[in-house]
């Protein structure tokens, strides 16, 4: 067992290199091979993120290609997000840290409780969305349409969207702190078939720089500092280890960067 926990802080960098790190912290902290890890970083270019079960042919790609967004599959479950102006946390942990809280709903209650406490240390008035908001699937393509169970409010609106999944133990939950809503944008990566227009997402979305929330260094700060007291750990910053580099360039190449991942249009359930 590891008496810290890590903290990265990465820059913004390709989409593939992102859900590769992620994965490679997941099953290393399933191994125990890496001790609990919270991340911070960027994409460039902005990237739509899919989620695992999710078509692709969602995917307007022409839309994509003429504003430079890049395309790629997450690991965990949800719907799409633009990632662009916003930061993106992920927490990779061993699900026995959880102890009661293990379960799938009652450690994402956990976790929003600190991401919560860390943008209320920013003077972000962040609520919970109610147990009551489960996710549907008659919601469309957009991660960000409407509020789940526990994900962060801002007045109401949705702040934040995440998604988990696991492997061997291990817990891999990550989010999309937004910063300023790129909704039109958004909707042009996307075609909709719910006849919803921006608007609509528009009234429901919340971003940080409203509040004047415009700097990510102080909120990697904050919610780093929640995190380490809501589980009474140390957070040590400390890169990836060469392995973990290494791992994560060759699963960004054979999976990420492959479009028998990202493009599928009937994902695997092996």
């Not at 937004?178 to 528009?202: F, Q, V, Y």
């Not at 392995?243 to 991942?261: C, D, F, N, T, V």
Request: hydrophobic share 40%; net charge negative.
């Amino acid at each position: 067992m590891f008496d810290d926990w890590r903290l990265l802080v990465d820059a913004p960098l390709v989409g593939a290199w992102n859900m590769a790190v992620d994965e490679v912290l997941l099953d290393g902290v399933a191994a125990g091979t890496t001790p609990p890890t919270i991340r911070f970083y960027g994409w460039n270019p902005p990237c739509l993120s899919l989620g695992y079960f999710q078509p692709f042919d969602v995917v307007d790609v022409d839309g994509c290609r003429a504003l430079g967004v890049d395309v790629v599959r997450r690991p965990t479950g949800g719907r799409a997000i633009l990632h662009d102006r916003e930061l993106t946390y992920s927490v990779a942990l061993p699900a026995p840290v959880l102890g009661q809280d293990g379960g799938v709903l009652p450690s994402y209650y956990r976790l929003s409780l600190v991401l919560q406490d860390g943008l209320r240390r920013l003077g972000v008035p962040a609520t919970l969305a109610p147990e009551s908001a489960r996710s549907s699937a008659a919601h469309g393509p957009v991660c960000f349409d409407r509020p789940s169970a526990h994900e962060i409010l801002l007045h109401g609106r949705k702040l934040v969207g995440s998604a988990q999944t696991r492997r061997g133990g291990g817990l891999l939950q990550h989010g999309s702190i937004l910063n300023e809503p790129r909704i039109d944008k958004l909707m042009a990566c996307l075609h909709r078939t719910d006849g919803a227009g921006s608007r609509g997402l528009e009234d429901g979305v919340a971003g940080l720089a409203e509040l004047g929330v415009t700097d990510l260094g102080p909120i990697a700060s904050a919610i780093g500092a929640a995190f380490a007291v809501g589980f009474g750990v140390d957070l040590v910053e400390a890169p990836l280890r060469p392995h973990e580099e290494e791992a994560a360039r060759a699963l960004a190449r054979s999976k990420y960067q492959s479009a028998g991942w990202t493009e599928r249009l009937v994902p695997s359930i092996t």
